[in-house]
């Protein structure tokens, strides 16, 4: 065979070890096991006696090995290279690589300890990261007593690239790993202060507040006016400062992403009319009439209630500040369609609160949102703002995926508008899913979910009427029920003849236990249909977190794959 | 304000570990017409209870010796001080502590930072005064 020819396929050989470095080299492998496959390569490709791969020491200026084979692991583990010293220490210094085939002729280095081990001929090169050494690869005798040659050298350096690339990620990863523990440890931090300073502050506070209050009750003896109105305005700035801190806490716990949600289904309508209620006093105060159009027939919304009140409570209490007396405060709803990127649509409620007040500059209408940004305005003392209201409700919608902003005329008023998503009725069993699944992480405990599914299901399709179907579902459903705690943890799937249920604090265990004894059950029943009584059979399937999946998605996909393994 | 008279009998157990505190409240409640006992840490705040049992309990939740959860529970879960309003006092951002509070059967929570009237509003809804 021609010399190149001869080349070439070698080289053609070499790929795929090479290509299965590199993979190795940028999979999650560990620092230790791509060296170690590296060595090996090199022994086998390079055919050689011994290789080793050391790393410099920067501060100590000392090459040391990190792995070898040929050599015994007492060497291994007390090699100690200065930089500049012997053939290693050489290579490192200069970052050049060395070749030489017959050591005992190079007057520049003699073996130092002679009769250990016999090095005849050498070939080292630099490990470097952005031109930097961070070590040296090192290979030993030839075997059959061969000479090196220029291609040794090529490959050697080619898999020394691949070590040094290596190692530079284990680096990275070792100070991003570090980078991420000095986050964590101060954002823990972060939390235990905001949680004392809650405590801490709200003692003293709240008696400075019961002692002024006490006094302006003249409980501890009769005030004069001027007496009077000195402590009003220390009551009211006793309230505004609690109103901060109560909303620098909210904040800090949103933006720290220690808010969990906990939704249920609302009627937006009745919270609305609580939350009006609590401001009645102040709309006869001012005269303001508030009326609420919010209808009892719009969809429900699946939100945390606590949170929309403070939605609503920062918002009117917004337009009762920026009203004039005699003016009106309106609340309405109404269902809206959004296009979303994926191409489809979702609809949604918008809610509105309107008033009929002096109004907001459109240049200033972006701004009301962020933190501590209070437009100018001639307002009493008592009735300035914490900066934060608006900054908080845009932070509650962001979490339950809804949006808020403002329109306004100037002196014809404003209209604030948030969104929350309507969700199908799938669509709500899986953002419950998704809930209960991070209260089974933070508490640790575990979570199932089981379907039942009708065997069959398209074939009775073409046998019986939607309605029949329809009947059919809903008893499995109520039979359902009976063995979950809360009715809102079941969704039917009318498509596919399924029903899902949520079962909170059991295992896998528990949910086939349960999961059968509902299908025992349900092959007892007799179902109505037109032709007569009729028995089906059922399929279940259970997934549990966190074994088969660590979020929604993977559940559902989870009990999919069961149920599709028995229709096989 | 309440009539005095009318209250005369009722007594109000205050749990809290904050002197000024417990004084403000104090006088909160006797001014409005209510005879208070106070205790500072959890195993006198919940000593007393048995001894005296008060007609309601305002009981702070982080408290030396014991927790209100703690106090909370050991009366709640007895036949004989089941009875007993509870009203748990909370500093905001505990959130997550107000959800422990119920399942250890507080019957309310007021945080503390807040309006005088609404505890007061609240004692006389559970003694069904006003």
Partial sequence: MPKTKKNIKAKNELLPILYKITREVNSNLGLKHCLKSIIENTVKLLNVERASLMLLDKQKKELRIECATGISQAVISKARVKLGEGVSGWVAKSAKPLLINDISK???????????????????????????VIGVLNVNNKKRRLAFVKADLELLSALANEASIAVYNARLYQQLLSANERLKELDRLKSDFVANVSHELGTPLATCRYFTSLILKEAAGPIGQQQREYLQMMDSNIERLTRLINNLLSLSRIEAGKFDLRRTQVILSNLAANVLSNFEGLFKEKQIIAENRISKDLPQVFVDAERVVEIFTNLIGNAVKFSPKNSKITLDASVITKNIPQGTSRNYLRVSVADTGKGIAQEDLGKIFVKFEQLEQDLPQKEKGTGLGLAICREILRLHKGEIWAESVLDKGTTFFFTLPIYTEEEFFTERLSDEIKRARSSQSSLSLIVLSIVDFYNLI????????????????????????RPNDIVIRFKKGEILAILADTNAQGAYALAKRVTDMLEECEFKTSGGLMKLDFEVAAATYPDDGATETELLRAVEKVLAKGKE | MVDKKENSKKRILVVDDEPDFLMAIKAMLEVNGFEVLAATDGQEGLSVARLEKPDLIVLDLMLPKMDGYKVCRFLKFDEKYRMIPIIMLTARGQEDDKQLGKEMGADFYIVKSERPEILLKKINEFLKIG
Avoid: C, M, W
Avoid at chain 1, 106 to 132: A, H, I, T, W
Avoid at chain 1, 472 to 480: C, G, K, Q, T, W
């Fill in chain 1, 106 to 132: 190079d007057k520049r280095f003699r073996p130092r300890e002679k009769g250990k081990y016999y090095n005849q001929s050498l070939l080292s090169v630099p490990l470097k990261v952005r031109n930097e």
């Fill in chain 1, 462 to 485: 073409t046998r019986l009427s939607h309605d029949e179907i329809l009947g059919i579902l809903f008893e499995v459903e109520s039979v359902a029920k009976k063995t979950v705690r």
